[in-house]
């Protein structure tokens, strides 16, 4: 492990690399990753999303089924193979995914006593990723040492926020654990933004949760918000992303409107 590497901030040069994290289940996380993914893809972008949920549901949403997950996030966090090798490219022009298998829930086992093992991901990537605009590494709904490894390896973090009444308190473990990982690991990583997910204009509390966190963390929240939306849950289970399952639906409009807001945001960052 280069001694550069610890502690240091990740390169400029190459992909931007976002962590998409919540240690919350069920807030949309898979799902901003495969369509925020796609919609980007559509502009063009070269994009890779890396599946580090051992539940592999990126990777199904995306339509690689088991048996094509010859290479997955498990071996090449684990050092027996080269980043290059996982990655498959999807029916998506410019998407590519580096899948996931059950074999990811042993990482945070086999890895608890080993040397740099925050840096795995980290050192797994560099010099692997030419060629990609971005990177999304779609996170597992806690904070361990898969979380932890997607945190150190990525230059910002994407936080998914569903709309319900325990949101604030949620994200504040996340948060301090950003700050954590900024202070002892990773000097350079920032909030890149908070998306607010199943939102439901009928309801008067998705309202009040987005008045609420608009107000505490200002700037960060995007203004797009993703609508609750039945075609967004039917989707994953034709192993396809939203804006394929049906290009016009409300979730489709939104996560295009998603990655416009994020190009522009990591315009004015390259600026």
């Known amino acids: ?35 925020l993914a796609t919609a980007l893809a559509a502009t063009k972008q070269k994009v890779l999303i890396i599946d580090m949920d051992p539940q592999g549901n990126a990777s199904t949403g995306l339509g690689i089924a088991s048996n094509q997950r010859r290479v997955t996030s498990y071996q090449i966090l684990m050092g027996d193979r080269k980043a290059r090798d996982g990655v498959i490219s999807t029916d998506i022009p410019g998407l590519s995914i580096i899948p996931a298998g059950v074999d990811l829930a042993g990482a945070e086992l086999e890895l608890v006593d080993e040397k740099g093992r925050e840096f795995r991901l980290r050192m797994a990537l560099e010099g692997e990723l030419e060629g990609f605009d971005y990177v999304l590494v779609d996170c597992p709904p806690a904070l361990g040492l898969l979380t932890l490894n ?21 994200i504040s473990h996340l948060t301090k654990t950003i700050e954590r990982v900024r202070r002892a690991f990773n000097p350079g990583l920032e909030i890149q933004g908070i998306v ?12 009040m949760v987005a008045a609420d966190v608009r107000g505490y963390f200002g700037a960060k929240v995007y203004n797009t918000v993703i609508p609750r939306n039945v075609r967004i849950s039917e989707a994953p289970s034709h192993g396809k992303p939203v804006l394929l399952y049906d290009l016009k639906c409300a979730g489709s409009q939104a996560y295009l409107h998603l990655a416009g807001e994020l190009i522009k945001r990591e315009g004015g960052l390259a600026a």
Do not use: Y
């Open 1 to 35: 492990m280069s001694s550069q590497s610890i502690g240091a901030p990740l390169s400029v040069t190459g992909p931007r690399v976002i962590a998409i994290a919540n240690q919350k289940g069920g807030v949309g996380k898979t799902t901003t990753a495969i369509n």
């Open 150 to 170: 997607a945190l150190v390896a990525s230059h910002a973090v994407m936080v998914p926020l569903q709309c319900e009444f325990f949101a604030l308190e949620g």
């Open 196 to 207: 607010l997910t199943m939102f439901d204009r009928r309801n008067n509390l998705s309202d």
